[in-house]
T-cell receptor
Framework: GDSVTQMEGPVTLSEEAFLTINCTYT??????LFWYVQYPGEGLQLLLK?????DKGSNKGFEATYRKETTSFHLEKGSVQVSDSAVYFC??????????????FGAGTTVTVRA | EAQVTQNPRYLITVTGKKLTVTCSQN?????MSWYRQDPGLGLRQIYY???????DKGDVPEGYKVSRKEKRNFPLILESPSPNQTSLYFC???????????FGPGTRLTVL
């Protein structure tokens, strides 16, 4: 079945450092890929998404490119801020190539940014 | 304001005492889903609903029930809660399956 593997955390960075969170996936078809962010005490919210190969999703300074050849969707940000401290989840949805009507999530990566 | 609401936000209960966690969305979404979040496991889907009166099992449905009598509401029912159902629960909705999901704030459940 479909699955998502994320790099394990926790990740601790200083402000203005470069952030990368690796995400790879396994899917039978051509899934849509998502990054969700969960700030402390809140629900998940969509950070960015990509629906086909070579698409780049971007939002709030974060970027991720859908790489079909490496089945990856790594999240990057060039200069993190304390307010980026959160848990980040990679997820996929393969609705149109399977009967699996769900988002499959990675385990989540906790990121802490120090001032 | 477009939102998904859950109640209660926090609940401590005892084994075997039936409980219901409510979920409501005001976006006229067709698709709704329940997830549980456990450390190191990410989010796992419990049940989902494609539309009114259409529900199906997710990855971890054992011990849970749902109903979808109205489009906006999707309650999660634990008929006889057990300690292994202690978790953080999220309700989510989307325009239709496969699209961006909007999440509620979560319900932290402890079963003693």
């Amino acid at each position: 079945g479909d699955s998502v593997t994320q790099m394990e955390g926790p990740v601790t960075l200083s402000e203005e450092a470069f952030l990368t969170i690796n995400c790879t996936y396994t899917a039978t078809g051509y899934p849509s890929l998502f990054w969700y962010v969960q700030y402390p005490g809140e629900g998940l919210q969509l950070l960015l998404k990509a629906t086909k190969a070579d698409d780049k999703g971007s939002n709030k300074g974060f970027e991720a490119t859908y790489r079909k050849e490496t089945t990856s969707f790594h999240l990057e940000k060039g200069s993190v801020q304390v307010s980026d401290s959160a848990v980040y989840f990679c997820a996929l949805s393969d609705l149109f190539h399977s009967n699996d009507y769900k988002l499959s999530f990675g385990a989540g990566t906790t990121v802490t940014v120090r001032a | 304001e477009a939102q998904v609401t859950q109640n209660p936000r926090y609940l401590i209960t005892v084994t075997g005492k039936k409980l219901t966690v409510t979920c409501s969305q005001n976006m006229n979404h067709e698709y709704m889903s329940w997830y549980r979040q456990d450390p190191g496991l990410g989010l796992r889907q419990i049940y989902y609903s494609m539309n009114v009166e259409v529900t199906d099992k997710g990855d971890v449905p054992e011990g849970y029930k749902v109903s979808r009598k109205e489009k906006r509401n999707f309650p999660l029912i634990l008929e006889s809660p057990s300690p292994n159902q202690t978790s953080l629960y999220f309700c989510a909705s989307s325009y239709t399956a496969g699209h961006e999901q909007f999440f509620g704030p979560g319900t932290r459940l402890t079963v003693l």
